[in-house]
């Protein structure tokens, strides 16, 4: 498929407005382009009085002397090209090099942005792909444009209006072929255009599996699957051996025509200089004049014709990141957003409706009110919408109709940063940074002192194991905390909600991958972290919520009972039933518990 003109202009506004920001060196590098053009084709009009002279004259010293005239003035002239080379080249690094660090942050800034949603549909090693390919695209695309197309573009212009000068109808040739030569190359490029986007497309692809693969290895070993990923990997680039093959061939097939161009202008020009000289309106230093313009001139446009291949890649690469940089955030600030003022912390939705498509609703009219400071759980069987309550409080999807308020505040109408600043979660898996432990708590309050770490963690009954370790705090956890067991990897989550110390807490079931020696100190904890503050907990044991203020049970998305853990026993609807599949039969020992 081919990439659409819009996206194409996307990229060139999207690069445009970033290299813009660099006005000076945007000048410097035009100038010293327009500059080396200029000494390129003054060279050889020297040359053409060079040997004009040689051809004209028998040796003496007057010739000798205008000979090494001309000679310096040429010297003279390379080093000013020299100078403008090396103009544009500095000119040019700093600028790509500026741009190039831009893009990424802009690129990172506003992937950020992006919602929960967005995220899980996509590969990240994919996502990481395409960041480094956008900034790299500007580098291939600038130098393009300013050590080739420009370039060759003010030269064949120059060249073309010299040539009309000494003779109309060379010049006029010269020109016809160009624009013909041009309207090849515009032709075969977008014939070639798809062969090309379907190679980024598989090269993307490539990449995406690869580390979907490396980063799934574990299950790869345990479930024996290191065959079938092999063949899965080996079709994979099967397809992009086919789109490269085919992308490649089609540069064969433009090289061909190029050459057949290449050799139609010599003869012609080169005839045309004969039937001149023969009527004595041509000289030899014109035939100089005339070559040293080609030869140059084959030069620059086989470049071009390389420099085409690269530029569309750079294209389909730069295009696969602006398609997520042209897509508006799903869940976004309103552009009044004020900050979230926390008094309470009562949270309270009102009529509230959500689906993630239409063939999946979640909630329907839910109602749902939260005293500030008050304790509740949030149970039921899979799927009836608890973790999808607290994805909701976060803002991670916007409800698509009702309101969620805190304090009375529209979580809709307050800023992302300060409703999050507002919130303390902990989720049943948690994933940690590849950086130490430290960097990981401190993650929960980035100015909190090493003191202030250590005390967190001693709380969450961390202290002990990550003292242990060789490098202690300083221990590095590997990616997404891998080098810690599913208990550490919790209790270092929850270190980092004791370290924050938000007015609303929300746990994920937050005990549930510790040994029982383990969870009676983490439990001590929570009790301390919740004092004072609004709790929100998902719970899967139910050993754990009894001492909640409030137990609410869901069921397809509504809330089909709630009250405290007796006042539910008693009633033997859905949250008895679950105790009593929980609780092996000992729910009539409760009072003992």
Avoid at 143 to 149: A, L, R, T
Avoid at 347 to 355: N, P, Q, S, T
Avoid at 484 to 506: C, F, N, T
């Amino acid at each position: 498929m081919e990439v659409p003109r819009k996206s194409h202009r996307n990229v060139l506004r999207i690069y445009a407005n970033h290299a813009l920001k660099y006005p000076w060196l945007f000048a410097a590098a035009i100038l010293s382009v327009v500059i080396a053009q200029a000494t390129s084709l003054a060279v050889p009009l020297y040359l053409r009085r060079f040997f004009n002279l040689i051809g004209s004259n028998t040796p003496n010293a007057e010739t000798g002397q205008q000979l090494v005239l001309i000679l310096g003035v040429i010297a003279g002239i390379w080093v000013l090209d020299w100078m403008a080379q090396r103009s544009r080249y500095f000119s040019t690094i700093f600028l790509e090099s500026r741009v190039m660090s831009d893009l990424m942050q802009s690129s990172f800034d506003y992937l950020l942005g992006h919602s929960y949603n967005f995220f899980v549909s996509q590969f990240s090693g994919s996502l990481t792909h395409r960041v480094g390919k956008f900034s790299r695209a500007f580098e291939t695309l600038f130098d393009s444009i300013f050590g080739q197309f420009l370039p060759t573009l003010l030269f064949i212009l120059g060249a073309v209006t010299i040539l009309f000068m000494r003779n109309r109808m060379l010049g006029i040739t010269l020109a016809v072929w160009v624009v013909c030569f041009l309207a090849f190359q515009i032709y075969v490029s977008r014939l070639r255009s798809p062969a090309r986007k379907a190679r980024a497309v598989a090269d993307t692809q490539v990449t995406a599996n690869l580390a979907d693969a490396i980063s799934n290895q574990a299950t790869i070993v345990l479930f024996s699957g290191a065959r079938f990923e092999k063949g899965r990997f080996a079709d994979t680039v099967r397809i992009w051996q086919r789109a490269t093959m085919r992308s490649w061939t089609a540069d064969a097939v433009i090289w061909a025509g190029i050459g057949l161009f290449i050799i139609a202008i010599q003869a012609i020009l080169l005839y045309g200089g004969i039937y001149f000289w023969q009527r004595g309106l041509f000289s030899i230093g014109d035939f100089v004049l005339v070559q040293a313009y080609l030869f140059v001139a084959f030069e620059r446009l086989e470049s071009v014709n390389r420099e085409l291949r690269r530029v569309s890649d750079a294209y389909s690469d730069a295009n696969e990141m602006v398609e997520i940089l042209d897509t508006l955030h799903e869940v976004h600030d309103m552009p009044d957003a004020k900050a979230l003022s926390i008094d309470e912390g009562a949270v309270e939705f009102r009529d509230v409706g959500f689906h993630f498509h239409s063939e999946r609703g979640i909630f329907s009219h839910l109602d749902l009110s939260i005293k500030g400071g008050e304790k509740i759980a949030l149970v039921g069987p899979s799927g009836a919408g608890k973790s999808t309550i607290t994805k909701l409080i976060l803002r991670l999807f916007d409800v698509k109709s009702g309101s969620i308020t805190i304090d009375g505040q529209d979580i809709a109408d307050v800023t992302q940063e300060s409703l999050r600043d507002a919130i303390a979660f902990v989720p049943q898996e948690p994933i940690l940074f590849h950086r130490t432990l430290m960097e990981n708590i401190r993650y929960g309050r980035r100015d909190a002192t090493d003191a202030e770490v250590i005390e967190a963690a001693t709380k969450a009954n961390c202290h002990e194991f990550i003292s242990a370790l060789p490098l202690g705090y300083g221990t590095y956890v590997g990616e997404r905390g891998i080098k810690l067991s599913g208990g550490e990897r919790q209790r270092v989550a929850i270190a980092r909600a004791i370290l924050k110390d938000a007015p609303i807490l929300m746990l994920d079931e937050a005990t549930s991958s510790l040994d029982s020696a383990s969870e009676v100190l983490i439990q001590d904890a929570l009790a301390h972290l919740m004092r004072g503050k609004t709790v929100i907990v998902i719970a899967h044991r139910l050993s754990t919520i009894m001492k909640m203020d409030r137990i609410i049970a869901l069921d397809e998305g509504r809330i089909v009972e709630q009250g405290t853990h007796q006042e539910l026993l008693v009633r033997k609807g859905l949250y008895a039933g679950l105790w009593q599949h929980q609780a092996g039969g000992f729910i009539l020992d409760e009072e003992e518990v």
